[in-house]
């Protein structure tokens, strides 16, 4: 079972406020009048989203009873549950949890695991230097059908990056180009899913 393998807390504490940030270039290019206006209106969406509060919790497939009426009393919005619960569960059993949650307004959130399955780490490039493309095909088809669940509110990116063990020569300063082999990815895969669902919540942790 790869979730049980992981030491990751989850929960045991809220996590607090999915955040964004806006990347100011003096160097740009001048806009359009309509892209200014596009931007300004994605300014305040954001702007907007960090002034809201969301409480969320990390669930392991293994919790298979949630309590979504006593978590929505107390004030959590949005949960993340592990993508194990796909291959634990029916589509059926995982539907069932979505609908459940969003009846209590709660969001669910696919936390999917993304070059870490299992030890060994997945690495992005190989010691030669040569991008996982064949991984990252697999992958991206991987969430792509989580894009396709129905009342899915996100896919959060999990371990989207190197193990960071210098010992095995698994960290982005051993690796050139690995960095961007990474964002190739992020690249591949977000613009898949936006295909099939354009409205999804896409979030990552390192």
Do not use: M
């Not at 964002?183 to 613009?191: A, D, G, H, L």
């Amino acid at each position: 079972n790869n979730e049980d393998s992981q030491c990751v807390n989850n929960d045991e504490e809220a996590y607090d406020n999915f955040s964004c940030s806006i990347n100011e270039d003096e160097n740009e290019s001048i806009i359009t009048e309509n892209e200014e206006t596009v931007l300004s209106e994605n300014e305040d969406a954001i702007f907007n989203e960090l002034n809201s509060t969301h409480y969320a919790y990390w669930t392991w497939s293994s919790d298979n009873y949630t309590d979504f009426p006593e978590l929505s009393k107390r004030g959590v919005t949005d949960i993340l549950l592990n993508y194990y619960a796909f291959k634990r569960f029916s589509p059926e059993y995982v539907d069932a949890y979505i609908a459940g949650a969003r009846e209590q307004g709660i969001n669910v959130h696919i936390w999917a695991q993304i070059f870490y399955k299992e030890d060994p780490w997945i690495r992005p490039i190989d010691r030669q230097g040569n991008v996982n493309y064949k991984f990252f095909d697999e992958k991206t088809a991987e969430l792509e059908y989580y894009a396709s669940v129905k009342g899915l509110a996100g896919i959060h990116y999990d371990y989207l990056r190197f193990s960071g063990s210098e010992k095995y020569d698994n960290t982005a300063w051993q690796n050139p180009g690995g960095k961007e082999a990474i964002t190739y990815f992020v690249k591949q895969s977000t613009e898949a899913i936006r295909k099939i669902n354009p409205d999804l919540i896409i979030s990552a942790a390192l």
